[in-house]
């Protein structure tokens, strides 16, 4: 693009600030302005003095003028170049602060345009970055480190799932273990799968003693020193229980035979030896018979009672007489003593 073509742009160049030269007022704040009204002074004081007079006056006037103008022009030429040149300190010095910022977090007071020490704005959000970076990186370590650590920590869990030893694994530098045996929960496992081992092992011996009366010296808790030991505990005591119930049993089957029977067969898983039965249920036995005399006896008795009676009131009235006939005669009235007698065990006095 051309010079011209830029300085006819719509964006062109922005008109030149000539009231640093003059505002166009004799009491203009300009620098011409200023320098003029020294100027007119100075020759005020020369005209007045007849120092400077008629056409002289003009004369010096407009020399006057023209150096004004031409001084005024060149001090703000100087002054812009002043400018530019503080302007050009003041990046330098805060070019300064910039790289001095690379270096450290504080900076001198007045060396740049901060208003504070403390640093800030880009350089600090960068640094602050950097840092947040430092300590994700310083995460990441500490990471990778843990995940190491664990590793390693597998690696012994992982012996210890084939081994007692942990000497070589220990020896390598893994984990954190310091005993040379598994412990924590691979030991309490161990200890646990070991118990169990045990109790399915005694389990076993509790079902051989289900149909045994020994075992191998080897199998269960208790020791042994033969080929085989004798089995003893709940399950002998069992057995025992069994047989005397089994006794028991047999020996209840006796006693219910002999409620209808006079004679029991032998049998060995009993305890009765003889055929007979005797006991309490031979005693109930001849009790029984005892009270079926009894009543018999009674019976008769009775009867006999009520023909005597009956007799003694005809004998009475003189109707009824002893004979053979109705068995009243002494004989059969000695034979009915005898047969009474006989049955309470009393023997007759001339006997």
């Known amino acids: 693009m051309f010079l011209s073509q830029l300085l006819t742009s719509e964006a062109g160049l922005a008109a030149p600030d000539?009231?640093?030269?003059?505002?166009?007022?004799?009491?203009?704040?300009?620098?011409?302005?200023?320098?003029?009204?020294?100027?007119?002074?100075?020759?005020?004081?020369?005209?007045?003095?007849?120092?400077?007079?008629?056409?002289?006056?003009?004369?010096?006037?407009?020399?006057?003028?023209?150096?004004?103008?031409?001084?005024?022009?060149?001090?703000?030429?100087?002054?812009?170049?002043?400018?530019?040149?503080?302007?050009?300190?003041?990046?330098?010095?805060?070019?300064?602060?910039?790289?001095?910022?690379?270096?450290?977090?504080?900076?001198?007071?007045?060396?740049?345009?901060?208003?504070?020490?403390?640093?800030?704005?880009?350089?600090?959000?960068?640094?602050?970055l950097e840092s947040k970076k430092e300590d994700l990186v310083d995460k990441e370590i500490l990471k990778a480190t843990g995940e190491t650590d664990l590793v390693g920590q597998k690696i012994v869990t992982e012996v210890a799932q084939t081994s007692d030893s942990l000497t070589a694994v220990i020896a390598a530098g893994y984990g954190y273990s310091v005993n040379t045996a598994?412990?924590?929960?691979?030991?309490?496992?161990?200890?646990?799968?070991?118990?169990?081992?045990?109790?399915?092992?005694?389990?076993?011996?509790?079902?051989?003693?289900?149909?045994?009366?020994?075992?191998?010296?080897?199998?269960?808790?208790?020791?042994?020193?033969?080929?085989?030991?004798?089995?003893?505990?709940?399950?002998?005591?069992?057995?025992?229980?069994?047989?005397?119930?089994?006794?028991?049993?047999?020996?209840?089957?006796?006693?219910?035979?002999?409620?209808?029977?006079?004679?029991v067969p032998i049998d060995t898983l009993a305890l009765n030896t003889n055929t007979a039965v005797t006991g309490v249920l031979s005693k109930q036995k001849l009790l029984f018979a005892k009270q079926t005399d009894g009543f018999d006896r009674d019976a008769e008795q009775k009867l006999t009672k009520m023909v005597l009676d009956t007799w003694s009131v005809g004998a009475t009235l003189g109707t009824a007489t002893a004979s053979d006939v109705n068995r009243l005669d002494e004989a059969n009235t000695g034979a009915i003593m005898e047969k009474a007698m006989a049955g309470i065990s009393v023997v007759p006095i001339d006997a």
């Open 18 to 128: 000539t009231s640093r030269l003059t505002t166009g007022a004799l009491a203009g704040t300009g620098v011409f302005d200023i320098l003029m009204r020294t100027v007119k002074l100075h020759l005020t004081e020369e005209f007045t003095s007849e120092r400077i007079t008629g056409q002289e006056y003009s004369t010096v006037y407009l020399g006057a003028m023209t150096a004004v103008l031409q001084q005024s022009v060149a001090y703000l030429l100087n002054h812009q170049q002043e400018e530019k040149i503080i302007a050009e300190i003041g990046l330098l010095r805060q070019k300064t602060v910039t790289e001095l910022a690379h270096t450290d977090n504080t900076i001198p007071a007045g060396l740049g345009f901060n208003g504070d020490t403390v640093l800030e704005g880009l350089l600090a959000a960068q640094i602050s």
């Open 182 to 263: 598994p412990q924590g929960f691979m030991k309490a496992q161990q200890d646990k799968i070991a118990g169990e081992e045990d109790l399915i092992e005694q389990k076993l011996v509790t079902e051989l003693a289900q149909t045994s009366d020994t075992k191998p010296a080897s199998l269960g808790q208790e020791g042994g020193s033969g080929a085989t030991t004798a089995l003893a505990g709940v399950a002998t005591a069992q057995k025992g229980k069994f047989t005397a119930e089994i006794e028991l049993l047999s020996q209840k089957s006796i006693s219910e035979l002999a409620q209808t029977a006079d004679t």
